[in-house]
């Protein structure tokens, strides 16, 4: 990695009043994970999350892709209780393909993924 840039203390006091609040799922296996029918729920939580984004809720969805009981994370610009509801009513949750935690959080407005 080449060399980070400087941040000022005067960068930081203008940076840090501008953080927003949202909320962090961990989307986690369920016990019904590995069941036969559990692909096509997959598939419509995922139609979902699309939905959800489409809709200004889900800001970041991510898939993780690793050996682990984690299968994903997102960030919500929702409140914790908007977003315990919203993952609630998820077909995935609802089946138990999975399982989730909200987190509070907070992030910068116009952070984003690269391209």
Known sequence: MSE???ITDEEMDTMIPMARHY??????EGPEY?????KPIIWEHGRRNFALR???ALAVVMPVEDATDVCGVGIFDRSVEET???MSD???V???VFTFDVHPARGFPGDSLPT
């Open 4 to 6: 980070l840039p400087e």
């Open 23 to 28: 909320s962090v799922v961990i989307l986690r």
């Open 90 to 92: 998820d077909p995935g």
């Open 94 to 96: 609802q089946a138990g």
């Open 34 to 38: 590995g069941s036969p029918e559990a």
């Open 54 to 56: 489409a809709a200004g």
């Open 84 to 86: 315990t509801a919203l």
